[in-house]
């Protein structure tokens, strides 16, 4: 998938940890398995997945704050550099913001002193009274008035959406191509995070910004990207444009996703509606032993013989839009557009209730 107008690349990343188990025992952590993302200037691009599905790690990868244990990243279609120097020039163009703009802060600094050490760091050109103009400016940038008194305001003085726009503005007093929201509004308060939707949709838009959006919801996914890429564990299952993704999903778990998530004028089944009793099909799998075949099988009411053993290969669908899933090379992707995922659930099931899905096919 390479291309020249991405400014940032996964290709074929993963990551594996390796961690300790119960008797000291060494386990393997498959926590993101050949992942590919692209971004692009101006674009933004929504990761969603539920908890654990690596979201966070492939950030992380995008960051350069782990190496992958395999596949590779590109910026501006060039591999990465080794060394300090170049993990510098790295971070004045990429820059991660994460969930919790509390811990991302120094509760003993000012406002004023955080983000002056950045442009000491970045700028060093820069005199004192060019770096006092850039502290206001960065502060006006992301809507905080008036920018002379927040500057000298401490992190426990403001409210949790001024804070994340604080930890905005230190990410862009670097001047980066590339911001990394990993979640950037879900620990703030629901009335405002409409208005920091904004402020990111702003950013892209106005300084041509790439931005990669971590979240678990899809409806604030829908309303900032372009594009939107989902991960079940560890693994991309789909990615394509926002509308086509939305409006016809061509994995199972998209459409599990897109059918549970709010929407007015649709109505969202609740997750037990979905499941139904979450024993009976299962919770997401352990990264340490995951399912062969399609991670996803085990909750899956179309799963076949194949996608127990083998991983389903990509399939394009056209505009950018792609998926891992069997239905789609065994001629049965039809069959997602003409059900919901709780009538699929509920055809797998006897009279008794419980799960079918291995007979069933
Ligand atoms: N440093 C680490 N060492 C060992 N395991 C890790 C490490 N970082 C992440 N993991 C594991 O990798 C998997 C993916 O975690 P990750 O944080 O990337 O998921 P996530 O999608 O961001 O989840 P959430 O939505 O809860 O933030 C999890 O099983 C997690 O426990
Ligand atoms: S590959 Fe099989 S188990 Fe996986 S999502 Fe598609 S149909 Fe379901
Ligand atoms: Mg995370």
Known sequence: MSDDSYVLEARNVSKHF?????????RVVRAVEDASVALRPGGVLALVGESGSGKTTLARLLARFHPPTEGEILLRGEPLRRGRRAARAYHAEVQLIFQDPFGSLNPLHRVRY????????????????????????LLERVSLSPAAEVAEKFPHELSGG????????????????????????????????????????????????ALLYITHDIASARYLCDDIAVMYAGRMVESGPRERLIGAPQHP?????????????????????????????????????????????????????????????????????????WLHQKGRAGELAGTTFASAVAATRGADGVARQESAR
């Open 18 to 26: 390796t961690v300790r188990g119960a008797a000291g025992r060494a």
């Open 253 to 325: 778990y998209t459409k599990l996703l897109v059918e549970s998530s709010p929407d007015p004028e649709r109505g969202a089944a609740g997750r037990d509606e979905l499941f139904g009793d979450a024993d009976q099909l299962g919770e997401p799998p352990s990264l340490i032993d995951p399912p062969d075949g399609c991670r996803f099988h085990p909750r899956c009411p179309f799963a076949m013989a194949e996608c127990r053993t083998q991983s389903p290969p990509r399939t394009e669908l056209g505009d950018g839009h792609w998926t891992h899933c």
């Open 114 to 137: 955080t983000l002056d050490r950045t442009l000491r760091l970045h700028e060093p050109g820069l005199d004192r009274a060019g770096r006092r103009r850039r502290v206001v400016e």
């Open 162 to 209: 001024q804070r994340q726009r604080v930890v905005i503005a230190r990410a862009l007093a670097v001047r980066p191509k590339v911001l990394l929201g990993d979640e950037p509004i879900s620990m703030l308060d629901v009335s405002i995070r409409l208005d920091m939707l904004n402020l990111l949709h702003r950013l892209r838009a106005d300084e041509g910004l």
